[in-house]
């Protein structure tokens, strides 16, 4: 059994909201749940929450024997209706500290114990209201900081990713079953499963998963937001391009060489999209101990950055050596200063006047497509699925090869459960105590 299931039968309670607000809320959530909220709740009409229907709301007090907390609405929501899919009740107070404190420790007095990080949604998960992609979608909804990165977890929130998931789980669970039922007539020399129709699947099945494994480029970027590096020599103007962005004087700007001598990173949305804007030391040679140090993570930067604006006063050898994934975007800055034209392809601006910065932005914002996240398509942003993807695209190739190959048909059928597996682990159909206390580990107390 698991060890997590163990406690589902506890009655917990946490804080569902950050202090500090206006408004708070106190979640309870157990078997106990309505018992437990009775016991310190006195409502108006002095009915008693155990006679509510769920998704219905009671106007009081909580009390601590004769001593009145506070004015509070509380919602009722009963198995198997629940976002959990147990009892549960939601009590929205006033967002002071103390009266959150104060709600919490008379639940816990009346039996309940405080929820773990994340132990509702895992509750949701072991209750099968969502499977664990939607669950760490949650996660994702509520570290949103765009509008793209908020759409990209909705529509795993949804469904859509699981649907697409399960998809492929399914005609894979046609091909091992088949392939299963060889092996039981092992004896008797026959084969189910036409060999060239099963290659022909897995063909299908490979390219959707590649599709997937590809997204997730574009989805990670979307998701922590895109690092766009400015890059160029020393005094060529980053730091100014870097305060033009933000509209504020962020990093400091001399005429002294060198002024920047560490990486300095801020965050911009465009139309919809989280960009990291890193400014940079100016690659030149040095014999600057700092410097040195500044220019060293400047090359680190570079390596991890999705786009490169590099930076010119006039038209000369780049200084990045781009990989496959990075977009290069050249840029002549003081155009107001100077009478050179920008070679084509290339983007004029003064950033010290803002000219040609709206230019600018607009081709930064051109190197990530987000159509297909708006659109609601699948996009894999999570590094767990990610591994497991490719892990199980591994399998799938030595499935094929096995096929080509003329292999045993139980060594073909061990590598299609390993690809089965794979997805399994993204969904929660294959999972473990290890990877659940991993991921919701990460959650918030009250979610």
């Not at 088949?178 to 299908?204: I, K, P, Q, W, Y």
């Not at 700007?253 to 911009?268: K, L, M, W």
């Not at 840029?331 to 920008?342: M, P, W």
């Not at 059928?413 to 919701?440: C, K, Q, Y």
Request: hydrophobic letters at 40%; one cysteine or more.
């Amino acid at each position: 059994m698991s060890t997590i299931s163990l406690h589902l039968n506890d009655t917990i309670v946490a804080p569902a909201t950050p202090t500090g607000g206006a408004i708070a809320i106190v979640r309870i959530e157990g078997p106990e749940a309505i018992r437990i909220a009775d016991a310190i709740y006195h409502s108006d009409r002095g009915t008693t929450l155990s006679e509510m229907k769920g998704y219905t709301l009671s106007h009081g007090v909580i009390v601590d024997g004769q001593r009145r907390i506070d004015d509070v609405i509380v919602t009722i929501f009963r198995s198997p209706n629940s976002y959990t899919g147990g009892d549960m009740v939601e009590i929205s107070c006033h967002g002071s500290s103390y009266i959150v404190g104060e709600i919490v420790r008379l639940a816990i007095g009346q039996g309940a114990r405080s929820a773990t990080a994340g132990e509702f949604t895992k509750r949701a998960f072991l209750a099968g209201k969502i499977d664990l992609s939607q669950a760490e979608a949650v996660a994702d909804i509520i570290a949103a900081e765009s509008k793209a990165a908020l759409s990209m977890a909705d529509t795993q929130l949804r469904g859509g990713y699981s649907d697409s998931l399960g998809a492929l789980r399914s005609q894979l669970v046609d091909l091992a079953s088949l392939l299963e039922l060889e092996l039981d007539f092992g004896e008797e020399d026959v084969e189910f499963a036409d060999r060239s129709r099963l290659l022909a699947l897995l063909g299908v099945i490979g390219e959707e998963m590649r599709q997937l494994t590809t997204s997730f480029a574009t989805g990670n970027a979307v998701k922590k937001g895109v690092g766009v590096a400015i890059v160029g020599a020393p005094n060529v103007g980053k730091s100014t391009l870097l305060n033009r962005l933000l509209g504020e004087e962020r990093a400091m700007v001399s005429e002294i060489a060198g002024t920047t001598r560490d990486t300095i990173e801020e965050c911009i949305t465009i139309d919809g999209v989280l960009f990291r804007f890193i400014d940079t030391a100016g690659l030149h040679e040095t014999s600057d101990r700092l410097e040195s140090m500044g220019i060293e993570r400047t090359q680190k930067a570079l390596k991890g950055a999705n786009v490169v604006v590099e930076l010119f006063e006039s038209p000369g050898t780049d200084v990045v050596g781009p990989t496959e994934e990075q977009h290069i975007i050249r840029v002549l800055n003081k155009c107001d200063r100077h009478e050179i034209e920008a070679p084509e392809g290339w983007i004029a601006i003064s950033a010290k006047r803002g000219d040609g910065v709206e230019e600018l932005l607009r081709a930064v914002r051109a190197t990530v497509d987000t159509e297909a996240i708006m659109n609601g398509s699948t996009v894999v942003s999570n590094s767990r699925h990610y591994a497991a993807l490719v892990r199980g695209l591994g399998a799938l190739a030595r499935a094929e090869e096995g096929l080509q190959m003329g292999a045993s048909t139980d060594l073909i059928s061990m590598d299609i459960r390993e690809v089965l597996d794979s997805i399994g682990e993204i969904t929660g159909a294959v999972t473990s105590d290890d990877i659940l206390a991993n991921i919701f580990s990460h959650f918030c107390i009250g979610k």
